[in-house]
Nanobody, 124 residues
Framework: VQLVESGGGTVQAGGSLRLSCAASGRPLSSYIMGWFRQAPGEERDFVATISWNGGTTYYADSVKGRFTISRDDAKNAVYLEMNNLIPEDTAVYYC??????????????????WGQGTQVTVSS
């Protein structure tokens, strides 16, 4: 599975961005999909995951109520809608996939495939 993120950029605090993750190589329909982020000098942190059928989502406390993960298996894509952005959201955002049959609650080490990342910068 190859994953390619897009949609990053620079926004002012309070603004919104929508990240996209396009997959190729095989259908995503059975994979658990997630978003992670990594700020300079920090570890790669969990942001959100979505189950294979979209019925279950899980968010980090820091983004709950502001970010929404979704998937469109017909387009073989996953999205992260980010609203009310704050400077602390500044990071490189990564899309990731996990083999089927596992828990939706994950850490970075659980994921099997990664994209190259897209930069999100929130100015104050």
């Amino acid at each position: 599975v190859q994953l390619v993120e897009s949609g990053g950029g620079t926004v002012q605090a309070g603004g919104s961005l929508r990240l996209s993750c396009a997959a190729s190589g095989r259908p995503l329909s059975s994979y658990i999909m997630g978003w992670f982020r990594q700020a300079p000098g920090e570890e790669r942190d969990f942001v959100a995951t979505i189950s294979w059928n979209g019925g279950t989502t899980y968010y980090a406390d820091s983004v709950k109520g502001r970010f929404t993960i979704s998937r469109d298996d017909a387009k073989n894509a996953v999205y992260l809608e980010m609203n009310n952005l704050i400077p602390e959201d500044t990071a490189v955002y990564y899309c990731a996939a996990r083999f089927p049959g596992h828990e939706v609650k994950v850490t970075a080490s659980d994921m099997n495939y990664w994209g190259q990342g897209t930069q999100v910068t929130v100015s104050s």
